[in-house]
């Protein structure tokens, strides 16, 4: 009986461990509307601009983001995108959050699926507090067919920039890097330390 026992503490220990390892969960869907205390940043102007569908393995968009305050939770990023044609089933796009130094905080891939019917997803972040500047980047790894195709606005670019090979690099793709700001948001809370 008593081996029995230690069995299963011992399953049931090793259970924990592995939740424990998984990292935070995350959720994709729909926009939320922000509740009482949450704070948008975002420096697109909210009207659409055109799209672009970016391909290869590293290349993406990303948008620098300041803090608010010294601490800032981010628990939401949002992007404006659609799906283009019909061959994306399997694929998927990736999301990073970078701090300042683009060490990697954040990532998570998602089915290009979750764009179906949707012009625009939330992606549920859990963990993730900065004190300064950070980037969000995202790799949609879309080939020219079919994918996810990302949003932006036409008006001046504040913090929009493009990243190959997983680095930053100079602007590469058609719309001008002058005007051209993606439809990329982060919903946070000011962090009590």
């Known amino acids: 009986m008593k081996r029995m026992v230690l069995v299963v503490l011992a399953a049931f220990v090793i259970l924990l461990a592995f939740s424990a390892c998984a990292g935070p969960v995350s959720e994709i869907g729909p926009v939320s509307k922000l509740v009482s205390g949450e704070i948008e940043l975002k420096y697109d102007d909210g009207i659409l601009g055109g799209r672009q569908g970016i391909g290869g393995s590293g290349w993406g968009a990303i948008v620098e983001f300041t803090p608010p305050s010294a601490f800032f939770n981010v628990s939401k990023i949002r992007i404006d995108g659609e799906i283009v044609g019909s061959d994306y089933k399997g694929r998927k796009f990736d999301v990073f959050i970078w701090d300042n ?71 590469y793709i058609k719309p001008t890097e002058e005007t051209t700001n993606w439809m990329i948001r982060v919903i946070g809370t000011v962090h009590q330390p």
């Open 101 to 171: 130094n683009q060490k990697e905080l954040y990532k998570q891939s998602f089915s290009h699926s979750s764009f179906e019917n949707l012009t625009c997803v939330e992606i549920t972040v859990s963990g993730v507090i900065v004190s300064d500047n950070f980037y969000v980047v995202v790799v949609p790894n879309t080939p020219k067919e079919a994918g996810v195709y990302l949003h932006y606005s036409r008006d001046e670019n504040k913090r929009s920039g493009v990243v190959k090979r997983w680095k930053i690099v100079d602007w």
